[in-house]
């Protein structure tokens, strides 16, 4: 576990890699409404934090296929998998409407990619993952 730790403390820094501070940075966001629309900031927001979390995952599951991650981590991965597989076809329909400012499906697709998110952070915490201290 300590080596995950020392992976991902090395490959997040670098240009083009998302760090623990960007996900900290404006991601505390509300539910969406016809009231309170989804905007591109709000998007690039939630596929920020989405994109960060699915990143550390991702470098979870290397190091499980590596032999590099704790002994339960197939059975780990096999429990966030159901959430993390619907993000991408997600995020692109909310691109979508976004673009095309239909906000009431950008405001279904945005709360459901939070909810999807609190799931994902819920699932990672009771099996020891840690994915920072962000919310949604």
């Known amino acids: 576990m300590k080596r995950i730790l020392l992976v991902l403390a090395l490959t997040?820094?670098?240009p083009g890699c998302i760090t623990f501070?960007?996900?900290a940075?404006?991601?505390s966001l509300t539910t969406k409404s016809i009231a309170n629309p989804v905007t591109p900031a709000d998007e690039a927001k939630v596929e920020l934090a989405l994109g960060g979390a699915i990143h550390l995952l991702g470098a979870y599951k290397q190091a499980c296929v590596e032999g590099r991650a704790d002994v339960n981590c197939?059975?780990?991965i096999a429990q966030i998998q159901p959430y993390t597989i619907q993000v991408k076809p997600l995020i692109a329909k909310l691109?979508?409407?976004v673009?095309?400012?239909d906000q009431i499906n950008a405001a279904?697709?945005?709360n459901t990619l939070k909810n999807l998110y609190v799931d994902v952070k819920s699932t990672a915490a009771q099996l020891g993952?840690?994915?920072g201290s962000s919310t949604l």
């Open 108 to 110: 279904v697709v945005f």
């Open 74 to 76: 197939r059975a780990n």
């Open 99 to 101: 673009d095309n400012n």
């Open 21 to 23: 501070q960007d996900l």
């Open 129 to 131: 993952i840690d994915l």
């Open 95 to 97: 691109r979508l409407f």
């Open 12 to 14: 997040l820094p670098l």
């Open 25 to 27: 940075a404006g991601i």
